[in-house]
């Protein structure tokens, strides 16, 4: 489990990016984490495995106080935290199975990462997991010649390496298509419930959000100005997360985009290694 409490991110200049942000994420759970841009999402998911320092609260995964560590501590400790970047963050001079093999650079001694001569296990995991995401044909190829789609899958496959304990996913489908973002949110999905791993996808797309996750955090202005389920997330919610707008668009493009869900499930085995 993930607990958040009173996490507060004051920069240099005064400005404040989070402000006593408190919430709680159980084993299983997808949180989509929404809300306008400058809100503080991105600053939140980073401040959980501390690529930014809080200025205040507590984070704590299981019974380890995320927030109390060392820097030692805490280089041992991101091991159990998978991070998945809307840039994909691969080494594209690398292979696919290569990228996915640098999930262990936190266990392995520097001479296996240098030699790129990991144990035997670890590389069958890596196998098992390109099965899973559905790139085991492609693990010989270098993550240069891969479309978006399929380098997220790749990161996805990455952080799973790791055996990590929760998932931050920060803006998973921004740069893809809209069929491939939803063949990736809901593997996201899938693999968490599999696996019983708790997860934070940072997300613009509310539509997305509504669709997949069964809980939605809205932040305004460095707050927590909601915390539900997607069936409430009504007109009202959205304007005070976003403002003004007219949201009858995007009920509409709710409805839309669930009618062929079950038809792009069934397809999703043979689209796997063509986007």
């Known amino acids: 489990m993930l607990r958040v409490t009173g996490l507060t991110k004051t920069y240099a200049t005064g400005d404040k990016a989070l402000a006593d942000v408190s919430f ?10 929404i809300g306008p841009s400058g809100a503080g999402k991105s600053t939140l998911i980073r ?14 995964l299981g019974d380890l106080e995320i927030t109390a560590l060392s820097r030692r501590e805490l280089r041992r400790a991101r091991r159990r935290i998978g991070m998945i970047f809307q840039e994909y963050a691969l080494v594209e001079r690398l292979t696919v199975m290569e990228n996915v093999l640098s999930g262990r650079l936190g266990y392995v001694p520097f001479w296996r990462s240098f030699t790129r001569r990991y144990p035997p296990g670890d590389v069958e995991k890596g196998f098992a997991l390109l099965d899973r995401v559905g790139l085991i044909q492609h ?4 993550a240069d010649a891969l479309s978006g789609g399929q380098r997220q899958r790749v990161g996805i496959a990455r952080a799973l390496e790791q055996d990590p304990e929760l998932l ?13 973002s939803r063949q990736i949110m809901r593997l996201v999905v899938e693999i968490c ?8 996808i940072n997300i613009h797309d509310v539509v997305l959000a509504r669709q997949f996750t069964k809980r939605i955090i809205g932040l305004q202005a460095g707050s927590v100005v909601f915390d539900g389920s997607p069936e409430a997330l009504d007109e009202t919610v959205l304007t005070r997360i976003y403002g ?8 509409r493009r709710d409805g839309e985009d669930g009618e062929d869900d079950e038809d792009e499930r069934e397809r999703e085995e043979r689209l796997a290694g063509l986007v």
Do not use: F, M
Not at 47 to 60: D, K, S, W
Not at 139 to 142: E, L, M, N, S
Not at 168 to 180: C, G, M, R, V
Not at 244 to 251: F, L, P
């Open 24 to 33: 709680e994420v159980p084993e299983g759970q997808v949180v989509g984490l």
């Open 47 to 60: 401040c959980v495995n501390r690529l930014v320092e809080p200025t205040a609260g507590q984070v704590h």
């Open 139 to 142: 693990a010989d190829k270098r």
């Open 168 to 180: 931050l996913i920060d803006e998973p489908t921004a740069s893809l298509d809209p069929k491939t």
């Open 193 to 200: 419930q599999e696996r019983a791993l708790p997860a934070i």
């Open 244 to 251: 003004e707008e007219d949201w009858t668009a995007i009920r």
